[in-house]
Protein backbone atom coordinates (compact mmCIF):
# COMPACT_ATOMS: atom_id res chain seq x y z
CA UNK A 1 0.00 0.00 0.00
CA UNK A 2 1.14 3.56 -0.50
CA UNK A 3 2.00 5.35 2.46
CA UNK A 4 1.91 9.41 2.27
CA UNK A 5 2.77 10.76 6.01
CA UNK A 6 2.61 14.14 7.18
CA UNK A 7 4.73 15.66 10.06
CA UNK A 8 2.42 16.76 12.42
CA UNK A 9 -1.38 16.28 12.60
CA UNK A 10 -1.83 19.08 14.57
CA UNK A 11 0.23 21.91 14.76
CA UNK A 12 -0.31 25.49 16.75
CA UNK A 13 1.94 28.65 16.02
CA UNK A 14 2.30 32.49 16.32
CA UNK A 15 1.74 35.03 13.63
CA UNK A 16 5.17 35.89 11.79
CA UNK A 17 6.75 32.41 12.87
CA UNK A 18 8.22 30.11 9.97
CA UNK A 19 6.49 27.30 9.51
CA UNK A 20 7.50 23.60 8.14
CA UNK A 21 5.51 21.21 7.14
CA UNK A 22 6.94 17.87 5.96
CA UNK A 23 5.56 15.03 3.98
CA UNK A 24 7.13 11.45 3.12
CA UNK A 25 5.97 9.18 0.57
CA UNK A 26 7.20 5.53 -0.02
CA UNK A 27 6.12 4.41 -3.15
CA UNK A 28 8.60 6.43 -5.28
CA UNK A 29 6.30 8.46 -6.97
CA UNK A 30 7.40 11.31 -9.42
CA UNK A 31 4.83 13.47 -8.30
CA UNK A 32 3.98 15.35 -4.86
CA UNK A 33 1.65 18.21 -3.91
CA UNK A 34 0.75 20.60 -1.42
CA UNK A 35 -2.96 21.33 -1.20
CA UNK A 36 -4.98 23.58 1.73
CA UNK A 37 -8.82 22.14 2.80
CA UNK A 38 -11.18 25.11 3.41
CA UNK A 39 -14.75 25.10 4.21
CA UNK A 40 -16.74 25.74 1.42
CA UNK A 41 -13.60 25.81 -1.04
CA UNK A 42 -12.85 22.19 -1.50
CA UNK A 43 -9.19 21.63 -2.16
CA UNK A 44 -7.15 24.32 -3.28
CA UNK A 45 -3.22 23.60 -4.52
CA UNK A 46 -0.27 25.77 -3.27
CA UNK A 47 2.31 23.70 -4.86
CA UNK A 48 3.68 20.67 -6.87
CA UNK A 49 7.23 19.13 -7.69
CA UNK A 50 7.25 16.72 -10.67
CA UNK A 51 10.86 15.68 -9.36
CA UNK A 52 13.82 16.68 -7.35
CA UNK A 53 14.27 19.82 -7.02
CA UNK A 54 11.47 20.50 -9.54
CA UNK A 55 8.69 22.64 -8.55
CA UNK A 56 5.30 24.57 -10.10
CA UNK A 57 3.30 27.05 -8.60
CA UNK A 58 -0.57 26.07 -8.13
CA UNK A 59 -3.23 28.09 -7.74
CA UNK A 60 -2.47 29.66 -4.65
CA UNK A 61 1.32 29.97 -3.77
CA UNK A 62 0.75 33.33 -2.01
CA UNK A 63 2.68 33.11 1.36
CA UNK A 64 4.58 29.66 0.67
CA UNK A 65 7.57 28.07 -0.72
CA UNK A 66 8.37 24.31 -1.08
CA UNK A 67 11.25 22.38 -0.61
CA UNK A 68 11.94 18.95 -2.64
CA UNK A 69 15.81 17.86 -2.04
CA UNK A 70 14.63 14.09 -1.91
CA UNK A 71 12.18 12.18 -4.23
CA UNK A 72 10.38 10.78 -1.21
CA UNK A 73 9.98 14.02 0.74
CA UNK A 74 7.90 17.26 -0.31
CA UNK A 75 7.95 20.62 2.35
CA UNK A 76 5.49 23.27 2.26
CA UNK A 77 7.67 26.26 4.49
CA UNK A 78 5.77 29.46 5.32
CA UNK A 79 8.13 32.52 5.83
CA UNK A 80 5.86 34.06 8.16
CA UNK A 81 2.90 32.50 9.36
CA UNK A 82 -0.76 34.50 9.08
CA UNK A 83 -3.75 33.84 10.27
CA UNK A 84 -5.43 33.59 7.24
CA UNK A 85 -3.01 30.64 6.47
CA UNK A 86 -5.01 29.00 9.69
CA UNK A 87 -6.24 25.78 7.75
CA UNK A 88 -5.72 21.77 6.93
CA UNK A 89 -3.03 20.94 4.91
CA UNK A 90 -3.03 17.75 2.64
CA UNK A 91 -0.08 16.76 0.73
CA UNK A 92 -0.80 13.79 -2.22
CA UNK A 93 1.67 12.17 -4.74
CA UNK A 94 0.77 10.77 -7.62
CA UNK A 95 3.33 8.04 -10.39
CA UNK A 96 3.38 9.49 -13.85
CA UNK A 97 5.47 7.94 -16.20
CA UNK A 98 7.94 10.55 -17.61
CA UNK A 99 7.22 11.02 -21.72
CA UNK A 100 3.56 9.90 -21.38
CA UNK A 101 1.07 12.34 -23.31
CA UNK A 102 -1.91 13.43 -21.34
CA UNK A 103 -0.60 11.09 -18.56
CA UNK A 104 -2.47 10.90 -15.02
CA UNK A 105 -2.33 9.08 -12.64
CA UNK A 106 -4.02 8.20 -9.19
CA UNK A 107 -3.34 11.10 -6.30
CA UNK A 108 -2.55 9.43 -2.75
CA UNK A 109 -3.12 11.87 -0.27
CA UNK A 110 -1.99 11.93 3.47
CA UNK A 111 -4.04 12.56 6.69
CA UNK A 112 -3.46 16.07 6.97
CA UNK A 113 -1.83 18.68 8.94
CA UNK A 114 -4.02 21.12 10.87
CA UNK A 115 -2.32 24.13 11.48
CA UNK A 116 -3.54 27.15 13.94
CA UNK A 117 -1.61 30.35 13.31
CA UNK A 118 -2.50 32.57 16.22
CA UNK B 1 -8.31 27.71 -15.59
CA UNK B 2 -10.93 25.20 -14.58
CA UNK B 3 -13.93 25.35 -12.40
CA UNK B 4 -15.16 22.60 -10.84
CA UNK B 5 -19.02 22.94 -9.44
CA UNK B 6 -20.18 20.46 -7.13
CA UNK B 7 -23.90 19.85 -5.87
CA UNK B 8 -25.60 19.23 -3.51
CA UNK B 9 -22.72 20.41 -0.42
CA UNK B 10 -24.98 18.18 1.87
CA UNK B 11 -27.11 15.43 1.35
CA UNK B 12 -29.08 13.39 3.73
CA UNK B 13 -30.34 9.91 3.05
CA UNK B 14 -32.10 7.02 5.00
CA UNK B 15 -29.84 3.46 4.61
CA UNK B 16 -31.06 1.86 2.19
CA UNK B 17 -31.71 4.66 -0.29
CA UNK B 18 -29.98 6.10 -3.22
CA UNK B 19 -27.33 9.00 -2.99
CA UNK B 20 -26.31 10.70 -5.84
CA UNK B 21 -23.72 13.92 -5.89
CA UNK B 22 -23.50 15.65 -9.52
CA UNK B 23 -20.42 18.23 -10.50
CA UNK B 24 -20.06 20.28 -13.56
CA UNK B 25 -16.31 21.47 -15.19
CA UNK B 26 -15.61 23.95 -17.08
CA UNK B 27 -12.43 23.17 -19.70
CA UNK B 28 -12.80 20.39 -22.29
CA UNK B 29 -8.79 19.81 -22.06
CA UNK B 30 -10.46 17.74 -18.58
CA UNK B 31 -9.78 13.89 -19.76
CA UNK B 32 -9.69 12.39 -16.07
CA UNK B 33 -12.65 12.52 -12.96
CA UNK B 34 -11.68 10.95 -9.94
CA UNK B 35 -14.12 10.69 -6.86
CA UNK B 36 -12.33 10.56 -3.23
CA UNK B 37 -14.27 9.84 0.54
CA UNK B 38 -13.06 11.80 3.05
CA UNK B 39 -13.98 10.58 6.24
CA UNK B 40 -13.28 12.31 9.58
CA UNK B 41 -9.62 13.14 10.70
CA UNK B 42 -8.16 11.31 7.23
CA UNK B 43 -7.14 12.37 3.89
CA UNK B 44 -9.14 11.95 0.70
CA UNK B 45 -9.28 8.67 -0.84
CA UNK B 46 -10.28 7.60 -4.18
CA UNK B 47 -13.34 5.16 -4.57
CA UNK B 48 -13.55 5.24 -8.07
CA UNK B 49 -12.67 7.53 -11.30
CA UNK B 50 -13.39 7.85 -14.85
CA UNK B 51 -11.33 8.45 -17.96
CA UNK B 52 -13.26 10.58 -21.12
CA UNK B 53 -12.99 7.86 -23.23
CA UNK B 54 -15.42 6.08 -21.18
CA UNK B 55 -19.41 6.89 -20.43
CA UNK B 56 -19.79 4.91 -17.24
CA UNK B 57 -17.96 2.55 -14.81
CA UNK B 58 -19.51 0.97 -11.78
CA UNK B 59 -17.82 -0.85 -9.05
CA UNK B 60 -20.05 -2.60 -6.61
CA UNK B 61 -22.72 -0.26 -5.15
CA UNK B 62 -20.96 3.01 -6.51
CA UNK B 63 -20.90 4.34 -10.36
CA UNK B 64 -19.55 7.23 -11.89
CA UNK B 65 -21.12 8.56 -15.27
CA UNK B 66 -19.16 11.34 -17.48
CA UNK B 67 -21.30 13.31 -20.06
CA UNK B 68 -18.61 14.97 -22.23
CA UNK B 69 -20.57 17.30 -23.83
CA UNK B 70 -22.64 18.53 -21.28
CA UNK B 71 -19.13 18.51 -18.80
CA UNK B 72 -20.66 16.87 -16.17
CA UNK B 73 -20.34 14.19 -14.24
CA UNK B 74 -22.06 12.01 -11.27
CA UNK B 75 -21.28 10.06 -8.45
CA UNK B 76 -24.30 7.26 -7.51
CA UNK B 77 -24.24 5.46 -4.74
CA UNK B 78 -26.82 2.55 -4.22
CA UNK B 79 -28.07 0.87 -0.99
CA UNK B 80 -26.56 3.29 1.26
CA UNK B 81 -25.03 2.19 4.56
CA UNK B 82 -23.79 4.75 7.36
CA UNK B 83 -20.35 3.86 7.03
CA UNK B 84 -20.58 5.61 3.82
CA UNK B 85 -21.29 8.43 5.63
CA UNK B 86 -18.24 11.06 5.14
CA UNK B 87 -17.51 14.12 2.69
CA UNK B 88 -17.19 13.50 -1.12
CA UNK B 89 -15.21 15.45 -3.18
CA UNK B 90 -15.31 15.38 -7.25
CA UNK B 91 -12.17 16.18 -9.56
CA UNK B 92 -11.25 16.94 -12.89
CA UNK B 93 -7.56 16.64 -14.01
CA UNK B 94 -6.75 19.20 -17.20
CA UNK B 95 -3.62 17.19 -18.78
CA UNK B 96 -2.63 20.99 -20.05
CA UNK B 97 -2.15 22.15 -16.95
CA UNK B 98 -1.15 19.02 -15.54
CA UNK B 99 -3.09 19.68 -12.51
CA UNK B 100 -6.11 18.70 -10.70
CA UNK B 101 -9.20 20.52 -9.93
CA UNK B 102 -11.67 19.77 -7.08
CA UNK B 103 -15.11 20.50 -5.84
CA UNK B 104 -15.88 22.03 -2.65
CA UNK B 105 -17.35 18.78 -1.26
CA UNK B 106 -20.58 16.90 -0.07
CA UNK B 107 -21.22 15.92 3.39
CA UNK B 108 -23.19 13.27 3.09
CA UNK B 109 -25.52 11.54 6.02
CA UNK B 110 -26.61 8.21 6.17
CA UNK B 111 -29.35 7.59 8.23
CA UNK B 112 -29.62 4.54 10.31
Known amino acids: DVKVTQSSRYLVKRTGEKVFLECVQD?????MFWYRQDPGLGLRLIYFSYDVKMKEKGDIPEGYSVSREKKERFSLILESASTNQTSMYLC?????????????????FGPGTRLTVL | GENVEQHPSTLSVQEGDSAVIKCTYSDSASNYFPWYKQELGKGPQLIIDIRSNVGEKKDQRIAVTLNKTAKHFSLHITETQPEDSAVYFCAAFVYTGNQFYFGTGTSLTVIP
Open chain 1, 92 to 108: ASSLIPSGRAMAVDEQF
Open chain 1, 27 to 31: MDHEN
